[in-house]
């Protein structure tokens, strides 16, 4: 991912999140849609992860939107049917939230590209609650490990696995030059305090 600049780390030109949060570092798990080599990394290994982690599953759940095309991946490499939650029930049509065959009462496991606090994540899982589907879990490529996603997963009581995350990121980014090495204390202190970083 930072090779292919999926992952961008910039501590001493920050970027400035959609939260209006300033950060070093910027993740685009879109981009690895466009290398096949990388792609197919992931695939596998999300599946190899959600075997290990979640046993046997019925059905694999995209959250929208850039969860979707990592999920239809996975659901495709272990022959599962697949569905998508939306942010918000559509406003024409039949107005749904979950896109896809109902398949209540079937064991989902979530995929996600991305978590940051868990928000949008856990809404996507609290659909599916309600929809009365049984959520083994969540799996996703990327954490930035802030301690209240840990809560929020924590309180909702949904198992949360990623391929990576920021602590692992940092350690090889500074073993293999991708910043130099004062700057891993000061990626360290964003997280502790993101949205105060850099104000």
């Known amino acids: ?5 999926a992952i961008k780390l910039q501590p001493n030109n920050p970027f400035t999140w ?6 070093p570092i910027y993740c685009d798990n879109r981009i690895t849609l466009s290398h096949p080599t990388i792609r197919t990394y992931i695939r596998q290994q999300l599946t190899l992860m959600v075997q290990e982690e979640f046993g046997s ?15 239809v991946l996975v659901a495709q490499e272990l022959g599962l049917p697949f569905i998508y939650v939306r942010s918000k029930p559509k406003d024409h049509g039949t107005g749904s939230l979950i896109e896809g065959d109902v398949l ?5 496991v979530v995929i996600e590209d991305l978590i940051s606090t868990g928000k949008s994540s856990l809404q996507a899982v609290e659909a599916l609650h309600n929809a009365e589907y049984d959520v083994a879990g969540l799996a996703a490529i990327f954490t930035y490990g802030f301690d209240i996603a840990a809560d929020n997963f924590k309180q909702a009581n949904c198992p949360c696995v990623t391929l990576s995350n920021y602590n692992a990121l940092i350690k090889y980014a500074g073993e293999n030059q991708y910043i130099e090495p004062s ?3 000061l990626l360290g202190k964003w997280r502790e305090n993101p949205a105060e970083w850099g104000r």
Do not use: Y
């Open 1 to 5: 991912m930072l090779q292919i600049k």
């Open 18 to 23: 959609a939260s209006g949060w300033k950060s």
């Open 104 to 108: 209540t009462g079937k064991r989902v």
């Open 57 to 71: 599953i019925g059905c694999i759940a995209g959250v929208a939107t850039a969860g979707i095309p990592q999920g």
């Open 183 to 185: 700057d891993i204390e």
